[in-house]
């Protein structure tokens, strides 16, 4: 959906734009391609494999942190406000493609680590060792919606006593009686759910959806990029409401909002035919634009 991201930003050629999650770079250079000469691009992404597609471009600062710091970042580069801000949630291409980092359940022998920053310490062999039954089950419920999530966490509590589950193959088969349904389907989930928790996915959006009104100049405007539908309700809910809860109706005065947004799209934006035979892992992508009041 870069295409339609771009447009919806209606970027200025002089203006100055953030892409949180730089990644392979398509965005970023859709944007360049945009600005003229005196526009800016601050490029983020927490993984150090991101700086090897950085364009050689003048116009471009990439940032080596997550974007939930976004304020503090354009503070030390001395930017106040932006005219737009775009981020493409979940997990890249490359990540999901280089084994070794363990995001998909193709690698049967890479190690269960998930982290998108490598230079945090904890991985997801991690989690499955050491959280709790309770907290182990919270996880697979919430983030990956997994139905038998109670079952799955015992099974890995009880697993862990007597297996090592230190690579993808070593988890599947040690949950395999827990498996419902579909097991490529399942595992998706679980995997979803653990990437989640490893790199506190949520948490970093709310952080981050939280400073764009202190850092967008009025009329700029926000394009987020949702994969699953904990992100997708978390987007929608702040830019119509300003939180991330949907607010009671008073039963007299309705329901006053205190966003400091117009949305611009009423209902989120999906990938086109085109895009879904050209690239499948974008079928559950929901696009959503707001401009600040």
Do not use: W
Request: charged letters at 25%.
């Amino acid at each position: 959906m870069a295409k339609e991201t771009i447009d919806l930003l209606q970027i200025k050629p002089g203006g100055i734009y953030v892409d949180c999650t730089f990644g392979g770079g398509g965005h970023s250079r859709a944007i360049l391609d945009t600005l003229g000469n005196t526009g800016k691009l601050i490029a983020f992404d927490q993984d150090a494999d991101a700086k090897a597609n950085i364009p050689g471009d003048a116009r471009i600062t990439f940032l080596q942190y997550n974007f939930r710091h976004i304020q503090k970042m354009l503070r030390l580069h001395k930017i106040p406000e932006v005219d737009g801000v775009l981020a493409d949630l979940g997990v890249s291409s490359h990540q999901f493609d280089e084994g070794a980092r363990g995001f998909s359940t193709r690698f049967a022998d890479a190690d269960l680590d998930m982290r998108m920053d490598q230079r945090q310490p904890t991985t997801a062999a991690d989690v499955i060792k050491t959280y709790s039954e309770q907290e182990l089950h919270k996880i697979f419920e919430r983030y990956g919606e997994v139905t038998n999530s109670k079952t799955l966490a015992k099974t890995i509590v009880q697993q862990r006593q007597v297996s090592s589950l230190k690579t993808v193959n070593d988890f599947k088969h040690a949950v395999a009686s827990a498996v419902k349904g579909n097991p490529n389907k399942y595992f998706a989930q679980v995997f979803q759910a653990l990437r989640i928790a490893v790199n506190d996915e949520i948490g970093a959006l709310e952080e981050m959806l939280q400073q764009i009104p202190n850092i967008l100049k009025k009329g700029g405007r926000a394009a987020i990029i949702t994969f699953h539908s904990i992100e997708d309700r978390t987007v929608k809910n702040f830019f119509r409401y300003g939180s991330f809860d949907e607010p009671e109706t008073d039963s007299i005065y309705g329901t006053k909002s205190e966003s400091p947004f117009n949305v611009i799209t009423k209902k989120p934006i999906s990938p086109s035919t085109k895009e879904l035979n050209e690239n499948p892992r974008s079928r559950s992508a929901r696009l959503r634009v707001a401009e600040k009041k």
